[in-house]
């Protein structure tokens, strides 16, 4: 695809062009609806860019292979929704404790269970963070439109590589499924992982460096890469040294948090000095901007903060908003998960309201504007 290119695609297809122009050369995955289009457009245009398509028995299949190509030195990705992401957590927990790059586009829809496989929902906005046991740390994105599909998922393969990390792509039935003109950047960044500069004796594949991200080698390299779920130490062998799991367990931590300012910073929109303000992300976010539109036309400042990264919550940047808001609604597609966050940050100091919609349908501007009528 060139650089500079206008395009008219899908939600899911716009993944899949992140991806590749990210340098993905490996999915794996199993059909599961509303994400399957990413899949069957991977399985003929991964193989025309040199790259492989594997199309798994299942989800646990598909994302132990994603694994074992990020250990191999690929750019390797899968997508899946609600019922097939719950069967990776297991191995999620497995990409983070031995810090494989990958990442998984979770495209939502209406749960719990099998829920209603071709309806939007947002509702594993927790599951994102804490779907897998143990403490770790997670990086979460969230599009909010066509455009936002392409952008953060070739973002998501650059921090997956910088910091040796499985990163989740936050997407839904109704984005998945949009289409839209989509501008194909020409100053796009591309990160690959960082190699390991010593002689292959010195090689210690969890050895981290000031950023506390290890060098990784690849299966095949000259230098040794072991590999385990396990705790284990700088060489990779397994201990239950509690003082090296304690190490270990807090820079897997603090790789992630202490650089959150590198992950796609929240967007405002609206009035910069309304003392109302939207919190919103992925499709919703497209929703709360027309009503901070039609607000403005009938005279009511609002403003929207838009969340694009999702994990890790970007408090600074939002406890900065909230300072000056009296008024804070949070419109999402689920019984009240985002809004926990913001009621966590805001510390008392503005008035916190859910707009909550989980009939199976979108929320819309109108919905908005009459519950804010409601709550100003």
Not at 37 to 42: G, T, V
Not at 286 to 311: C, F, N, S
Request: charged content about 20%; hydrophobic content about 40%.
């Amino acid at each position: 695809m060139n650089f500079g290119e206008k395009v008219f695609l899908q939600g899911n297809e716009a993944c899949v062009r992140g991806a590749l122009d990210a340098g993905a050369g490996f999915f794996a995955g199993y059909p599961i609806s509303p994400s399957t289009e990413i899949a069957e457009l991977c399985s003929r245009v991964l193989p025309e860019s040199g790259g492989t398509f594997i199309q798994m028995e299942d989800e646990i299949a598909s994302i132990a292979a994603v694994i074992g190509a990020g250990l191999g030195g690929l750019k390797a990705f899968t997508a899946t929704s609600g019922p097939g992401f719950s069967l990776m957590q297991e191995n999620l927990g497995m990409a983070v404790m031995a810090e494989v790059p990958c990442v998984i586009i979770n495209v939502q829809r209406f749960g719990p269970a099998t829920g209603i496989a071709t309806k939007p929902a947002q509702a594993d906005v927790m599951q994102s963070r804490y779907g897998s046991h143990g403490d770790y740390g997670m990086i979460v994105l969230t599009p909010s439109s066509v455009q936002e599909c392409y952008e953060l998922t070739l973002e998501a393969f650059n921090l997956a590589e910088r910091f040796r990390s499985p990163v989740i792509v936050l997407s839904d039935a109704a984005l998945a499924h949009l289409r839209e003109q989509v501008v194909i950047p020409g100053d796009m960044r591309v990160v690959d992982r960082k190699k390991p500069a010593c002689p292959p004796q010195e090689y210690l594949p969890y050895s981290p460096g000031p950023d506390m991200i290890p060098p990784m080698a690849a299966y095949g390299d000259p230098h040794i890469m072991r590999v385990t779920g396990l705790v284990h130490d700088k060489r990779g062998y397994s201990t239950a040294d509690g003082a090296e799991a304690d190490r270990l367990l807090r820079r897997l931590v603090h790789k992630i948090e202490d650089y959150a300012h590198e992950f796609p910073p929240p967007l405002y929109w609206g009035d910069q000095d309304a003392t109302t303000l939207l919190v919103a992300h992925g499709v919703v976010a497209r929703a709360a901007r027309g009503a901070v539109v039609q607000a403005h036309k009938m005279g009511i400042p609002v403003g929207l903060l838009q969340l694009r990264t999702l994990w890790p919550f970007p408090d600074r940047i939002l406890a900065g908003y909230l300072e000056k808001a009296k008024t804070v609604l949070v419109p999402e597609m689920n019984l009240g998960q985002v809004v926990r966050e913001v009621r966590r940050v805001n510390e008392g100091k503005a008035d916190i309201h859910l707009l909550s919609r989980t009939d199976t349908g979108v929320i819309t501007p109108a919905q908005i504007i009459a519950k804010l009528q409601e709550v100003i």
